[in-house]
C-alpha cells in the first residue's frame, strides 16, 4: 500500500540573510528532539537582490560544497530590511470582517499595489482592550528572485518566514534587539502579536579592526520606536531581550542597559536559544540566531510563523487529498456510483452555466466599464493629494529659520505627514530661543518639545512638534 499523505520533513537547512552575510544551520528532528548537525558562516560577495539569480546561486552552491551541506529542503529568514510595515487599530468589528478591513488598509498603506505583494498580518489586543494588528509585507519580485537563486543552488526552499519571530513568538511580551551587519533588528511584542518590526541602521562603525556601537542613537530609535505605539502597549513592555553570542551583543547589551533604565526598560541577554523558548528540544549550547529557532520551530511545529511563501499544491496531491479516507477496495466498489454522480453534476453545472452566461452577456459591457473606472482610481489615487503636506511643513519650517544662516537644520524626518523630527545647529542659545519662538507661533504647529539641546556655542538641537495645518496652511 502506497501511503499519499505527504511526509513531514525530519531534516532542514535553515538559512539567514543580513546584507553581505550568511548564516546556515543544518536541524534533525529525532524523538522529540532537534540535534545541531551542522552550522556555518559565510560572506557573500553578490546581492540576492540586484545580481544574476544564476551567479548568486553558484555561488551559494560553491558554500555549500565548502562546508559539506548535503541537505537540499531548506527554510529562509527573510532580512528585516525587505519586510515593509504599518500598525493599525481594529475598530469594532465582527471577525468575519476583520480580513477584508486589514485587506483595505493594506491597500492603503502600501505604495505598492497588493497583487505585486506577499502580504501578512498579526493582531493583538492591548491590556485597554483595544485590538490593533501589524501588517507586514515583502515584494513578490523579492521572494521569486530569492527562490530562483535557491533553485539554482540545487536548494528546494520551503518555506519564507521573519526570524526575529522565532526567537521571540509572539505569545511573549517585550522587546526583542538582534545585532545584525552595521544594523539592528528590532521586534516589539504585545501579548499575541507583533506591535511594531523594523531595521535600525547606522548603528555602527568601522574603525581598524574594532566596531564602534553608537549606543545613543540606538536608545533614541528604540524611544521613537515605542512613542508610536498606543500607551496602553507601551505601558506593558518591561524587557529588552538582546539576542546571539557575539561580543557585538555582549556591548550591545552593556552599552543600552543604562540609557534603557531611564525608560523603566530592563535589558536581558539572550545566549541560547533553549533557554529561551525551546526548553529541551533543542540543545543546551545552541544559539540563539534566527536561523537555529525558525529552523527548530519548522520542524516541531510543521509551519513557519508569518508564512510569505505561497502554498504550492501539486496535482498528485490533490489527488491524494480527495482519496486519502478510503481504501483502494472501497475506491474501486463505488466507481460507478462517483462516475454517475459526476456525469449528473456536469449536466446540472452546465445548465446553470448556460443560464447565467445569457445574463453575463446582457450586462458585460457596463462590468467592464467599471472596471477600468475601479483600475483608474487604483492607480491614480495615490497622486491625487493636491495638499502637498510634506512640502507645506519643509515651507513653514523654513520661514521659522533666520535668513542670515545663524540656525541651519542637519535633517528633517516627517512621519505620517504629521509628526515632524528636526535636528540642526544654532551659532548661539539665543538664535536658537528666537527661532523656537518663531516656530512655535507658526500656524498649524503644535506640541513643539525640545528633545535635545547640546552645547553654548555652537548648540547642537534636536525638536519634535505635530503638524495639523494640513491643506490650509497650503
Not at 526570524?163 to 499575541?192: M, Y
Not at 531611564?262 to 540563539?288: C, F, H, Q, Y
Not at 474501486?332 to 454522480?341: C, N, Q, R
Request: with cysteine; glycine share 6%.
Amino acid at each position: 500500500m502506497i501511503s499519499f499523505k505527504p511526509q513531514r520533513l525530519t531534516s532542514v537547512l535553515a538559512l539567514a540573510f543580513d546584507g553581505s552575510q550568511l548564516e546556515g544551520v543544518v536541524l534533525k528532528r529525532t524523538n522529540g528532539h532537534v540535534a545541531v548537525r551542522q552550522t556555518f558562516s559565510a560572506a557573500l560577495t553578490l546581492d540576492p537582490l540586484t545580481a544574476d539569480t544564476e551567479l548568486v546561486g553558484r555561488e551559494l552552491r560553491n558554500h555549500l560544497d565548502k562546508n559539506e551541506v548535503r541537505e537540499r529542503h531548506c527554510i529562509v529568514c527573510l532580512p528585516l530590511s525587505w519586510i515593509l510595515s504599518i500598525h493599525v487599530k481594529i475598530p469594532d468589528l465582527p471577525d468575519a470582517d476583520v480580513a477584508s478591513f486589514l485587506q483595505i488598509e493594506a491597500e492603503r498603506g502600501f505604495h505598492a499595489s497588493p497583487e505585486s505583494l506577499a502580504i501578512v498580518s498579526s493582531r493583538y489586543v492591548a491590556s485597554d482592550g483595544e485590538k490593533f494588528a501589524t501588517i507586514m509585507a515583502v515584494s513578490k519580485q523579492n521572494l521569486d528572485q530569492l527562490e530562483t537563486a535557491l533553485r539554482a543552488a540545487q536548494l528546494k526552499p520551503v518555506s519564507f518566514s521573519i526570524g526575529t519571530a522565532a526567537l521571540q513568538p509572539v505569545g511573549k511580551t517585550g522587546i526583542a534587539l538582534l545585532p545584525g551587519v552595521g544594523n539592528a533588528g528590532l521586534q516589539v511584542n504585545c501579548d499575541g502579536g507583533i506591535a511594531a518590526l523594523r531595521t535600525i541602521d547606522g548603528i555602527m562603525e568601522t574603525e581598524g579592526a574594532q566596531k564602534r556601537l553608537f549606543a545613543d542613537l540606538l536608545a533614541r530609535e528604540i524611544r521613537i520606536t515605542l512613542g508610536q505605539l498606543p500607551e496602553a502597549v507601551r505601558n506593558d513592555l518591561k524587557v529588552v531581550r538582546v539576542f546571539g553570542k557575539s561580543d557585538l551583543a555582549q556591548r550591545m547589551a552593556t552599552d543600552i542597559a543604562p540609557r534603557l533604565s531611564a525608560m523603566n526598560l530592563e535589558v536581558e541577554r539572550i545566549e541560547r536559544a533553549a533557554t529561551e523558548s525551546w526548553g529541551k528540544v533543542l540543545p543546551n549550547d545552541a544559539a540563539a540566531t534566527p536561523a537555529m529557532a525558525l529552523g527548530a520551530r519548522y520542524l516541531m511545529e510543521n509551519a513557519s510563523p508569518f508564512e510569505f511563501m505561497p502554498a504550492k499544491v501539486s496535482a498528485f496531491e490533490q489527488l491524494a487529498t480527495r482519496f486519502k479516507g478510503g481504501k483502494l477496495g472501497a475506491v474501486g466498489a463505488t466507481a460507478g456510483a462517483v462516475l454517475l454522480i459526476g456525469v449528473l453534476a456536469v449536466a446540472v453545472h452546465m445548465i446553470i452555466a448556460a443560464h447565467y452566461e445569457s445574463k453575463w452577456s446582457a450586462m458585460e459591457s457596463k462590468v467592464k466599464d467599471l472596471q477600468d473606472i475601479q483600475d483608474n482610481i487604483k492607480k491614480y489615487r495615490p497622486w491625487y493629494d493636491e495638499s502637498c503636506r510634506s512640502l507645506v511643513v519643509l515651507r513653514k519650517l523654513t520661514e521659522s529659520f533666520p535668513e542670515d544662516g545663524v540656525v541651519s537644520a542637519k535633517s528633517v524626518e516627517i512621519r505620517d505627514q504629521s509628526t515632524v523630527t528636526c535636528s540642526g545647529v544654532a551659532r548661539d542659545k539665543q538664535s536658537f530661543i528666537k527661532m523656537f519662538d518663531k516656530l512655535s507661533a507658526a500656524q498649524g504647529i503644535s506640541d513643539l518639545t525640545i528633545d535635545q539641546v547640546q552645547g553654548e556655542g555652537p548648540v547642537q538641537f534636536t525638536l519634535n512638534f505635530q503638524w495639523d495645518g494640513g491643506a490650509r496652511a497650503n
